[in-house]
């Protein structure tokens, strides 16, 4: 025991000296030793790095050429307010009670756990409490034990079925409660494998392609047009009012469908989804619908595919808290599959998934999922955006408070969203979206849009997103994402005015 433990302490030099003597020739030996492991052909078909990472680099680049510039981040589509406080005090709630013996708990169901969750009235049962220092002020976190009597034994999976799905018959059981809809559609694509056709928007949120790429779906990129092989580019522009041709769609297997979408922020009407589900009825193909942005759509299309009769049988829907409730870094999402989805030979789709998520996945954190039912505690009484940063006796007591202040979060980004689309407006240019989700879709006729980022960044020094990087339909937009601080937005749009005007 004690000798393990002098060893772990060891310095890191005295345990490697026996290799002390490694030469100048044999380090450069080890530099140049390679496995005799070949690279896995599919990821050499990737064209680029993965979109987001190769923006982030151009930002970092960009600071180090500028030191002295304040560079805005209209880019990369991450949130910036924070969380409301019921929701954050939920999860320090909940992390304490794991210091607990009767808190603690380990793994949770895969699917995701039933959870002692108690957003609210636990100013009751205070059992401890402590300060928290932040730079506007001090503020008293009171902690509960889990399970105590004034929490409640909640499930996130039931709680997602009624908030989003109600009267659509979707149940609890069908939810699968995960770390974030990114990493649920790279699941799919191990469910479906690679002998699957695919059919994708163009644009569309870069991980599907990449996705589909990766697990070995397509064949090689298309020099000039750059696309892949073996995939059914479903062109969304102005012309088609962002939706598909559908009469001029070839069958495929998978169709990857997200509305609102991301770039373009066209939300699908009614009419439009009911199109795409006869579709798939007739072609017998499974649609994986991404819902990640519903909760932007206010002109009444459709939040859910699931709204469309008939959909449960061809539709799988992928969403997450991310951009609903700000949780891009506390990670939670969700995917949908219907018990009624079934493969040709009858066998429910919903057990492959299920042997999938338990395979490749233990569940979602529970500190997250408490959080999450937490910013699901609905209807109540609307708090202001900014609520302040102490826990109002209202708040704790009304378990109904927090979903009203998530929506608080969306109404703030789409408020965002209409400064910039004004801004576009004002310079002439032809901005879509903005209007039922975060992001704006900029069209500059004739341009390519790397040069239209790389024009943007170095005279504003603001980032957006090339347009390209989501297909080639976007080769002359640029995506601007809504979510920032609201004096960043109102400087951003200064900047772009006095550049293109
Ligand atoms: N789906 C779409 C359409 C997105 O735009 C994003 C993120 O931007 C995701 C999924 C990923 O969501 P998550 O943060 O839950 O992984």
């Known amino acids: 025991m004690y000798s393990s433990f002098a060893f772990s302490f060891m310095p890191y030099k005295t345990i490697l000296s026996p290799r002390a003597s490694i030469t100048t020739q044999d380090n450069k030996n080890a530099k140049d030793y390679r496995t005799k492991v070949s690279r896995n052909p599919k990821l050499e078909k990737l064209q680029y790095n993965y979109l987001f990472p190769e923006i982030s680099e151009r930002e970092a680049q960009h600071a180090k050429k500028y030191p002295n510039a304040k560079i805005i981040s209209l880019g990369i589509g991450d949130t910036t307010e924070p969380l409301p406080d019921v929701v954050a005090s939920s999860m320090a709630n909940y992390a304490y009670s794991l210091s607990t013996r009767t808190g603690y708990r380990g793994y949770g169901a895969e699917q995701g756990s039933k959870i002692y969750a108690s957003f609210y009235a636990y100013k009751l049962l205070i059992i401890k409490s402590c300060y928290l220092h932040t730079s506007d002020k001090s503020y008293e976190v009171h902690f509960l034990p889990e399970n105590s009597k004034s929490s409640k034994l909640q499930d996130l999976r039931k709680a997602i079925a009624e908030t989003f ?5 979707i149940q609890g059981a069908e939810v699968f409660v995960s770390d974030g809809a990114q990493c649920d559609i790279s699941r799919l694509q191990m469910l479906f494998g690679s002998n699957m056709s695919i059919a994708v928007q163009d644009p569309i949120f870069p991980a599907y392609i990449d996705s589909s790429v990766i697990i070995g779906q397509t064949g090689e990129v298309e020099q000039g047009s750059g696309r892949y092989q073996n995939i059914e580019y479903m062109r969304c522009d102005p012309h088609n009012n962002f939706f598909p041709g559908l009469s001029k769609t070839a069958r495929t297997d998978i169709i990857f469908f997200c509305s609102p979408n991301n770039p373009t922020g066209h939300a699908a009407s009614w009419e439009q989804l009911e199109q795409l589900v ?12 991404d819902s990640a942005y519903a909760v932007y759509i206010t002109d009444g299309s459709p939040r859910s595919i699931y709204e469309i009769p008939g959909a449960k049988k061809v539709a799988i829907e992928v969403s997450s808290f991310s951009k609903i409730a700000g949780f891009t870094g506390v990670r939670l ?25 338990c395979t490749c996945f233990n569940g979602a954190s529970r500190i997250a999922q408490a959080g999450g039912l937490a910013s699901l505690s609905s209807e109540g009484f609307k708090v202001s955006f ?14 109904h408070i927090s979903f009203q202040a998530v929506m608080s979060l969306v109404d703030y980004y789409k408020s965002n969203a209409e400064i910039l689309l004004e801004t576009f407006e004002s310079l002439g240019l032809k901005a879509y979206g903005g209007v039922n989700a975060p992001y704006l879709w900029v069209h500059f006729p004739g341009s390519n849009s790397w040069d239209v980022f790389n024009e943007i960044l170095e005279k504003t020094h603001i980032i957006t997103v090339p347009g390209s990087g989501f297909g080639p339909a976007g080769k002359e937009y640029i995506r601007v994402t809504a979510f920032g601080h609201r004096e960043n937005i109102l400087e951003a749009a200064d900047r772009l005015r006095s550049l293109l005007l």
């Open 165 to 169: 799905y109600k009267d659509m018959g």
């Open 278 to 289: 006869k579709l798939a009825q007739e072609n017998g193909s499974i649609i994986v619908y």
């Open 333 to 357: 999402g969700w995917t949908v599959v219907p018990k009624e989805l079934l493969y040709s030979n009858g066998f429910p789709v919903i057990n492959d998934f299920n042997r999938i998520i």
């Open 386 to 399: 900014r609520p302040p940063r102490v826990i109002l006796s209202e708040q704790l007591l009304n378990p």
